[in-house]
């Protein structure tokens, strides 16, 4: 048991998974001999040598059609995306080969791979690495989308992706890869992909959120309880695809209210879509309507302006507080 | 060295056979009797197959589809040449393959019929990849599929396939490129038949040959009559040695022309001269092969006849088996969005065979 | 005025504009010799030669990115892509540049194209040429997309579009191409980029579609009013982003009840953001939850099992007697 | 004709001024004091604004930035030999060419510090695109200035940047190809500095020079030496002269060598070796370029002090009005979604400054 961040965390989910199973396999943009620009896949090249750990040329889909084709081989590859903006480049064998696969061939053949991708802001990057995208993964059918919050589930959620039968996106909140630590025990421990984690029980209020956002989340929460003695449920929502929608809407026929809160731009964002299966499935006994914090649908600014555009706990809290006076 | 060539190149074209069936002796692989006359044996089952699905299209008996004939010259040798191991990473156009690597004729046939069955294979073994309808993403699969051989260390190699039109795609470039990186054992073959839809190969790239664009990669590069099963014969041989023994891949464009409608959907007379097909037609690959086994004296008229009988037969056999009723279960898609019916999916699941029963009983 | 299906009214729509502003081209794949595979752009090779009506090679990447460079030189490009399915090898450039170009020069350089692209299932196509994703341009800041649903709106939103200073997806209903024909008028007409059009008036249920997925609605509407002598009000989206939300919470607060048509898959899918909005301005307003008739959340079956996933009139009929009996 | 070779290329390397800044009097273009010792102007001014941007960055003052150090022979020939009314669809390591292009030292200070105005040129009509971080994308946006230019008859080039990194790209591939199916006026430098990050040239492509790529696209290519200004001052005349005359495209390679970190974020040390660093720098370009000048009596150590004095007051003078504290509304995304304010968008704006004003009142 060890203090890691998210940055270790999953590079001991790799190097676990690599050690027991000869079949998985790392490759990307600098990802051996560099260890990776965030050091997620450090010291792997050493451990593993240079077949299975991969560094390979610059082109995104090259990289998913060729562990495309390392999956359909049998082997258990677990790509990386430099930074989640260059991964629209590989939308293309995504949507029409990853998540279609399986079912073109009624399961003949399968893609056991992961696709590692830092995603979100608050990093004072340049452009194009710091925006939250999940949905235009999450729509498709077929696909997986694991989104960890913090160093122990990220190793668990990891652990489970790769050795997962089907695709799985892994986005990982680069605002959170070195920000805490938290103890992640030696001996292996997953969490199960297609499921919602209650992190804390409440019954008067539900909060929702995921990756990055869980912070703001939980400290906004902390604060509606001192404020207001404010029982509050809290679900990291974990995987975005398949949605565990019963969890959600179980939560809020409890609570009668809810708060979710997206880095992502609002429109067509995943909010939506949960707003929509509490819709389904709970809506009589909402008793305010649910409260959406979230990105607002701009082009992200650059870093000089991107704190002012990023959800934070102070308009998490003004949400709860207009959810709670409804 | 102020101004000094460094790197030279060049694009070497092969044909064995040319388009009176004379052969160039110096070039003509060692076939034998046996092998000489069931590639033409397949040649001509993959056209009698292709004439067919056209009738069965025209009359409403089956999808659209891109129909093969003229390409029988590449698709059937590549096969052939291929070991068993070996991955057929395909594009659109390669009955001939499919049928040679022991893909079932009904599969084509379910396949453009609309229906997901037609990828199944009998044997996962024969290693025979669906089409790959988004042109060009085959070639990165291929790629992944090589470094998978190489990395178990076996002696499978990957052949992949791509038209004149693909080769414009991103994804033929990146594919490629990896391979070349990773000395991969993969074969790509550009069918070039000249078009892509109206496209013609001028629009389509301003380099004199395919061919050339492998030196992109650093590998090497054959142009070939893709009319002269000989020549292609050769050269995938050659190819396939080549990555077998780790030298990583080869690009073979394989000259040939489209002579049919692109797919039945399509109607070449909005682009292109009848004059022009006409010209192709000469140059078409069976007569030629048919030629060649006859001036070796493997070859008449009695046993064309019985080929043709035999031929028809299978592909008799086969559309009646194709059009022989089955019950599918329409709510195969649910099963396989995952490997677990997730939660979600299994409500909709319920939903659908609701509406189905619903529907069925007023239908 | 003529009477005219879609493709004719689509085609006569670029004729005009081409013949009106020499900055408008056309390119694409089979855009100019052949005149489109579904013959969407016949004649104007003829009219407008092929500096204007361009046969591109085979590069969907290769299509945006050069229709990008175009707009920037102060052309108006209306590519094509030959299927939607398709257009997400274009996703990089659409994501990186297209959306985001006027942003990233707070309006110096601006983007004024369009890329259309037949979409949607129920002709019998082969794999990746029936899927609906329209979310999945939607969902990015910048982007505007739009749906027409008959000849009249797609002429008269895609002249619309061509003279938007900004990008937009114009995506075209496939099944709609040839199914019916309306009055198209000669003169101009054009109908506004982010607005939903109110396409009947009605008291009672509020019915909200787009695209090829609005002839169900349309059907199931007159059927339940002769049946129930329900009083529908019936909303034509027309433009996905930006989302007119005003004109639906509106429709929704007067009528109380809410059924929406899509035909993509439901999760993630446009029918949330839709839900969301009316929760966010409309919920104390709703009688029942607002009813989502949906494509499922499965990889598109091949033709042979496709009428059974498309959302029918029947399932409309039935989603509205649902949410009328609530 | 069996096996006939039936195309042929070859890659040329170009160099005129050596290392030991001995120039080859043959190939020594005639540039002339003024116009030789502007060029050599420009290399130092972009070197001294690199090396301070670096000190800023390390300071805090300055966000995550790629250093140019190095590229100086390649980005100010090139930047000088375009005209008035050419495009420059950039990468992101050609400072040089955007200072001679006329966009003002501070816009790269903002814009590495995180704002969009340091996209905003002076004037629209100096024709600079933004940086393209996203690699690849500008090739193809090249490919499109082109035809415009040649759509409207103008003169106009387009002059476009890539790295080592970037030729694995599928746009490169896609964008190199129609420019060259439409015979645009467009220059394609790849700038191979021999690493993208961490991955060396050998890494990223199996071809012996990346002038190759060029060949798959059946357009001129040539390999310079890019530490020699002269070389690429040839070359990029000759291919600007292609393009205006209606030739189309010309790819030329210009190698060089990044001699410091990928980015301020970068650590090399982790993969390469400090004597390769030594040798590279050995080769740079700013002391062969004064020895050239030198040799010719254009340049003694006096201009050389006064020209440091020079750039250092010109970098001075621009850090100190890019850290002149101005206000910037914060709300600016809100206005440039698109060219009019949606309704949605105007609510979200509203709620953004109310949540501005209460945040504001409370910090
Ligand atoms: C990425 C992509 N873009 C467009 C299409 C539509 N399309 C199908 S076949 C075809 C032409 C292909 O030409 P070529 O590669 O020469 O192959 P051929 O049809 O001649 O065998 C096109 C444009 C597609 N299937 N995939
Ligand atoms: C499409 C894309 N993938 C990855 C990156 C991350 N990245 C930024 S620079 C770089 C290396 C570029 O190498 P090269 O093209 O040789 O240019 P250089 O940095 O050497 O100037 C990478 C991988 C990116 N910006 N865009
Ligand atoms: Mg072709
Ligand atoms: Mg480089």
Not at chain 1, 176 to 205: I, M
Not at chain 2, 77 to 104: Q, S
Not at chain 2, 124 to 148: F, K, M, W
Request: proline share 5%; hydrophobic share 40%.
């Amino acid at each position: 048991m060890a203090k890691l961040n998210m940055v270790q965390a999953i590079n001991l989910a790799l190097a676990q998974e690599m050690e027991k199973d000869a079949d998985v396999l790392v490759l990307g943009q600098d990802v051996a001999v560099d260890g990776g620009v965030f050091r997620v896949t450090d010291g792997l090249l050493e451990k593993f040598g240079d077949q299975r750990v991969v560094d390979t040329p610059l082109a995104e889909s090259g990289i998913i059609g060729s562990s495309i084709g390392m999956a359909m081989a049998g082997l258990k590859p677990v790509c990386e995306m430099q930074f989640s903006g260059f991964s629209y480049l590989m939308m293309g064998q995504f949507e029409a080969h990853a998540t279609r696969m399986r079912s073109r061939t009624h399961g003949q053949i399968t893609l056991p791979m992961v696709i590692r991708m830092p995603f979100g802001g608050g990093v004072r990057a340049l452009e194009h690495h710091s925006e939250s995208r999940e949905v235009l993964f999450a729509h498709l059918p077929g696909a997986k989308v694991v989104i960890p919050s913090g160093p122990r589930n990220a190793r668990a959620l990891l652990v489970a992706a790769i050795r997962d039968p089907d695709p799985v996106v892994f986005m990982e909140p680069k605002h959170s890869y070195r920000a805490f630590r938290e103890e992640v025990p030696d001996a292996e421990e997953t969490l199960p992909v297609g499921k919602c984690q209650v992190v804390q029980e409440g019954t008067d209020l539900t909060v929702i959120s995921w990756g990055a956002m869980m912070r703001p989340a939980l400290k906004a929460a902390a604060e509606i309880e001192k404020r207001r003695g404010t029982s509050v449920e809290i679900i990291d929502v974990q995987t975005i695809a398949p949605l565990d929608a019963h969890t959600i809407a179980e939560s809020v026929r409890k609570t009668g209210r809810c708060v979710i809160v997206q880095e992502a731009p609002r429109s067509y964002g995943a909010s939506g879509e949960i707003v929509a299966q509490i819709n389904d499935r709970a809506l009589m006994h909402l008793e305010a309507p649910v409260k959406r914090l979230t990105g607002y649908d701009v082009v992200t600014p650059y870093f000089g302006r991107e704190k002012s555009y990023l959800p934070n706990a102070e308009r998490v809290v003004a949400g709860m507080e207009e959810t709670l006076d409804f | 060295m102020p101004e000094k060539q460094i790197a030279k190149f060049s694009v070497t074209h092969l044909q064995v056979l040319d388009e009176k069936g004379k052969v160039d002796a110096a070039l003509e692989p060692d076939l034998g009797q046996e092998q000489a006359v069931e590639m033409y044996r397949w040649m001509r089952l993959a056209r009698t197959l292709d004439e067919r699905m056209l009738k069965l299209q025209r009359q409403g008996r089956l999808g659209t589809f891109p129909p093969c004939t003229g390409h029988e010259a590449v698709s059937i040798p590549v096969g052939l040449a291929m070991k068993k191991g070996d991955w057929f990473a395909g594009a659109f156009r390669e009955l001939g393959t499919r049928l040679v690597r022991g893909e079932p004729l009904t599969n084509t046939l379910h396949y453009y019929n609309g229906w997901e069955e037609g990828n199944i294979l009998p044997d996962a073994d024969l290693r025979i990849l669906p089409t790959s309808v988004v042109i060009g993403c085959q070639i990165e699969h291929a790629a992944g599929l090589a470094y998978a051989a190489k990395y178990r260390g076996t002696d499978e190699a990957v052949v992949t396939f791509i038209g004149d039109g693909g080769t414009s795609e991103g994804s033929f470039h990146e594919g490629l490129n990896f391979a070349a990186v990773w000395k991969a054992p993969m074969v790509a073959i550009v069918q070039n038949n000249q078009w892509a839809i109206s496209i013609p190969r001028e629009t389509q790239t301003a380099s004199e040959t395919l061919a050339q664009k492998g030196i992109a990669y650093g590998i090497p590069v054959i142009q070939v009559d893709g009319n002269d099963p000989l020549a292609v014969w050769v050269a995938v041989n050659e190819a396939l040695d080549r990555a077998r023994a780790g030298d990583g891949p080869t690009l073979i464009e394989a000259v040939t022309y489209r002579l049919m409608m692109h797919t039945t959907a399509d109607d070449p007379t909005k682009y292109r001269q009848s004059a022009d097909e006409e010209a192709a037609w000469a140059k078409e690959p069976l007569i030629r092969t048919r030629k060649w086994l006859a001036n070796k004296g493997w070859w008449d008229d009695a046993r064309e006849e019985k080929l043709l009988a035999e031929c028809k037969e299978q592909v008799d056999a086969a559309v009646e088996e194709f059009e022989t009723p089955v019950e599918r279960a329409h709510d195969e898609s649910f099963r396989h969005v995952y490997g677990t019916e997730h939660a979600v999916i299994r409500e909709q699941h319920e939903d659908f065979l609701a509406n189905q029963e619903r529907e069925g009983q007023r239908g």
